[in-house]
């Protein structure tokens, strides 16, 4: 992995491996804590978890708003330190209203930072590198997770309320690191309008956020919006390697109990050799719909051999579900760089904030229903679950590339010259 050159990119991959740990840490942790330590019951935390995700739709759109006016770099630092603040109030819960206060604050805040992180690194990148360097941060980002669970192990050993308190002010501290790297960044406003396209004939591809009037707002720019809920779609398959995964391996198959643990450590193996390599291939509007569609073949087969893994011995259930879990893992990669080609190529480049918090809304509307349909399906339907669930993910991962196909505003076209009689 070849480090970016110096300057911000390079400090905004710092910025993003301090963010990493957090995730890694709240993950279980977080939970741990506040049944451990807090006294909370698991239905309360469960139900205090959703809410807070829930009250996280409110912040992306108006914190991507604010971020154009006043610049990404400065609110990123103001939330970042609103962040550990929070983090560093989970210590004074000791009931369900004060817990589910400081969640939904919590939620409000992550659901803000992300489009404010996304649009400043759209400031400091050109549109040709720009996968490649959301890709490369991708892989920082996985190192981070994984990096961060041996201090969840550490704390599960001793097994106390002082180490699981030191695992939240581990996280409290990692944000307030994030806040000080995010210091050293240049300022910007905006990323910089994108040169008009030359005339001449041939496909180009279409600006949706550019050809409409801009003072209209990105919520009338229906294409664009139509795409961040269907992306919000195709990030179905977290659910999928979070809770899907772990549920048919204990529930529906003879495999070992640690596969699971050897099914997450495969994914986290090939998204860190592959992600560069996958985002290589999204250079433009056209690359990053294939690169959507091709995810949806891969979790179409991933699907068929989940469900084929629970009509087999154990140790042919094994391999069958470690083919899986790397087909899963590319429809993963696909689609984040998929995804990331698309959300900045047809924003408007005068309001990536903006249309960068639009662009999450559909993620996190996924993230707060996607374990519930997950569950269902799979629950209810079994073996019948995993191919319904691939069959609609692929026919959700082809519309992309009908969208993207139509411009967002009619072009007239030209008079014809009138052509000389011929006697």
């Avoid at 396209?197 to 801009?214: I, M, N, Q, Y």
Wanted: net charge positive; charged share 10%; hydrophobic share 50%.
């Amino acid at each position: 992995m070849i480090l970016p050159p110096r300057g911000p990119l390079r400090v905004y991959a710092t910025l993003t491996f301090f963010d990493s740990l957090v995730p890694g840490i709240m993950l279980a942790g977080g939970v741990l804590f506040f049944t451990k330590v807090a006294g909370l019951g698991a239905v309360q935390v469960g139900s205090g978890l959703s809410a807070a995700t829930l009250a996280g739709l409110a912040a992306a759109l108006p914190a991507g708003r604010l971020g154009d006016r006043i610049g990404h770099r400065r609110l990123l630092i103001g939330l970042s330190l609103l962040r550990a603040v929070i983090l560093g109030g989970y210590q004074l819960v000791g009931s369900y209203p004060a817990f589910l206060l400081v969640a939904c604050l919590s939620g409000l805040a992550e659901s803000g930072v992300a489009p404010v992180r996304q649009a400043y690194l759209a400031t400091i990148t050109t549109p040709e590198s720009r996968v490649a360097t959301l890709a490369f941060n991708r892989v920082v980002r996985n190192i981070g997770a994984t990096l961060s669970t041996p201090a969840l192990g550490l704390a599960l050993a001793v097994d106390g309320p002082y180490a699981f308190r030191a695992l939240i002010g581990a996280g409290a501290v990692s944000v307030l690191a994030v806040a000080l790297i995010a210091t050293r960044l240049p300022e910007t406003r905006g990323a910089t309008p994108a040169p008009a396209p030359a005339p001449g004939p041939g496909p180009s591809a279409p600006k949706p956020a550019v050809a409409r009037d801009r003072a209209a707002g990105v919520l009338r720019d229906r294409p664009y919006v139509a795409l961040s809920l269907l992306n919000g779609l195709l990030i179905m398959h977290m659910e999928l390697l979070e809770i899907g995964m772990p549920l048919w391996v204990t529930g529906h198959t003879g495999a070992p109990a640690w596969t699971t643990s050897v099914l997450l450590f495969t994914n986290v193996l090939v998204a860190i050799g592959l992600q560069i390599r996958v985002g290589r291939g999204v250079t433009d509007v056209g690359s990053a719909s294939r690169a959507l569609r091709r995810g949806g073949y891969c979790l179409l087969a991933a699907s068929a051999l989940f469900a084929a893994s629970g009509t087999l011995a154990p140790a042919w259930s094994v391999a069958v579900l470690l083919g899986a879990v790397v087909l899963l893992t590319l429809t993963e990669l696909l689609q984040s760089a998929g995804s990331w080609g698309l959300s900045y190529d047809l924003a408007d480049p005068a309001r990536p904030g903006e249309y960068q918090g639009v662009w999450s809304l559909g993620t996190q509307l996924v993230r707060a229903c996607g374990p519930l349909v997950v569950t269902l399906a799979l629950s209810s339907l079994a073996h019948l679950g995993w191919l319904l669930i691939g069959t609609l993910y692929l026919a959700a991962s082809t519309v992309p590339h009908l969208l993207t196909r139509r411009p967002a505003l009619p072009t007239p076209l030209p008079t014809p010259a009138p052509q000389p009689a011929h006697s």
